[in-house]
Each structure stands twice: as structure tokens, then as C-alpha cells.
């Protein structure tokens, strides 16, 4: 298994410009989740997925951010427009169910200047 | 809001030596996880403790969780600079699937 991909490693962009994250989990798991990782704050849960439907999104900062899961192996985290203060590494994670821990991916590296 | 409070924040140490990192909350939690996360990649779980006063060895890695489900200790024995990175507790709490993170304990071994 190649575990939960994420793609850009990383990513360079411009203040206002819109930045998509993407991410494939581990086969077989129904959950999938969204964090953010700061210095500051440490990990966030931003989104929370079961099925393909999002269950809870209160961790959403702002109306900037979206995400979708239009199938079970593929899900997407949208900034728009991106603004400075969401430089962070953006992890995605899957689970099988909650007593079996999380498989995370290696994380996007976003900066926004 | 269940809150998880790591300590200590960072320990640098020197290969052979031994220590203990805390995770500490006011909350009940029903099950507790740690995990270690290297640079550049995401958190890796390490072991999963769900009964008060359980105990779980991983080689050199002794993971207990408390009594009252409240904390949890990591006990490294002859670290290893293999044994670098960032230590993270986190909680979850029966049905709610949401696990609740600490700040996590960044550990460095000097060879």
C-alpha cells in the first residue's frame, strides 16, 4: 500500500491567488481528515469526512476554505483567495475507524507571500 | 474543549540516556494515541492505549496510560539518534471521532 498521497509537496504562491491541495487516501478507510500544522497552534482539524460526506467542518477557518470528497479516493482543500497567514503544512489522514489511529500523508508545504 | 498538554515542550539529550515525556489533560479520554512525526513528513502512530493503567512496550518505547484516563507517558530507554523527532499525544473520546492533539515534545538525541 502506498499509504495517503498528497500532492503538491510543495507550494509557492502569491497572496489572492487560489490554491488547491489534493489528496488520495488509503484504500479501504472511510474516514479522511484535513489538518493544518503551525509552530504556534500545532495540528488543527480543519474537516472531517465519512463516507465521502463531510461531517463536520467547524475547523474551516474561513469561508476562503473549502473542501470536497467527490469519491472515496480522492479529496480536495481549496483556498480562495490564499492570504499570508494560511502559510502552514496541510496533512491529510485517513482511518479505517478511530480506535486504529490515522495514517497521515507527508504533508503540503504551502507558503503564501 | 478537552485539551492535551505535552511536556516538556523540547528535550536534547545525549545517546544512552533515558527519559519520559508527558500528556497531561483535565479531560477522560477513551482512548489515547501517540505518534511520531520526523522532519518533512507526516505523523506516524507509534501505539494506541485504550484501559486505565495500561501499559504497551514498543522495543525500547514504554507507553502507559493513566489511572482516570487522564495522562499518558512515553518512557525511552538508551535513546538513540534514531529516536529524534516530534512526540504526539492525542486523544479521542469514545463515539466522536475527532482526536484531540498536544503540541507534542520535540526530541533530540546527540550521538
Known amino acids: 500500500d502506498a499509504g495517503v498521497i498528497q500532492s503538491p509537496r510543495h507550494e509557492v504562491t502569491e497572496m489572492g491567488q487560489e490554491v488547491t491541495l489534493r489528496c488520495k487516501p488509503i484504500?479501504?478507510?472511510?474516514?479522511l481528515f484535513w489538518y493544518r500544522q503551525t509552530m504556534m497552534r500545532g495540528l488543527e482539524l480543519l474537516i472531517y469526512?465519512?463516507?465521502?460526506?463531510?461531517?463536520?467542518d467547524s475547523g474551516m477557518p474561513e469561508d476562503r476554505f473549502s473542501a470536497k470528497m467527490p469519491n472515496a479516493s480522492f479529496s480536495t482543500l481549496k483556498i480562495q483567495p490564499s492570504e499570508p497567514r494560511d502559510s502552514a503544512v496541510y496533512f491529510c489522514?485517513?482511518?479505517?475507524?478511530?480506535?486504529?489511529?490515522?495514517?497521515f500523508g507527508s504533508g503540503t508545504r504551502l507558503t503564501v507571500v | 474543549t478537552q485539551l492535551l498538554e505535552q511536556s516538556p515542550q523540547f528535550l536534547s539529550i545525549q545517546e544512552g540516556e533515558n527519559l519520559t515525556v508527558y500528556c497531561n489533560s483535565s479531560s477522560v479520554f477513551s482512548s489515547l494515541q501517540w505518534y511520531r512525526q520526523e522532519p518533512g513528513e507526516g505523523p506516524v502512530l507509534l501505539v494506541t492505549v485504550v484501559t486505565g493503567g495500561e501499559v504497551k512496550k514498543l522495543k525500547r518505547l514504554t507507553f502507559q496510560f493513566g489511572d482516570a484516563r487522564k495522562d499518558s507517558s512515553l518512557h525511552i530507554t538508551a535513546a538513540q539518534p534514531g529516536d529524534t523527532g516530534l512526540y504526539l499525544c492525542?486523544?479521542?473520546?469514545?463515539?466522536?471521532?475527532?482526536?484531540?492533539f498536544g503540541k507534542g515534545t520535540l526530541l533530540t538525541v546527540n550521538p
Open positions: 469526512f465519512n463516507n465521502n460526506v463531510p461531517i463536520d
Open positions: 492525542a486523544g479521542g473520546g469514545g463515539s466522536n471521532y475527532k482526536l484531540t
Open positions: 489522514a485517513s482511518s479505517p475507524g478511530l480506535n486504529y489511529g490515522y495514517t
Open positions: 484504500s479501504g478507510h472511510n474516514s
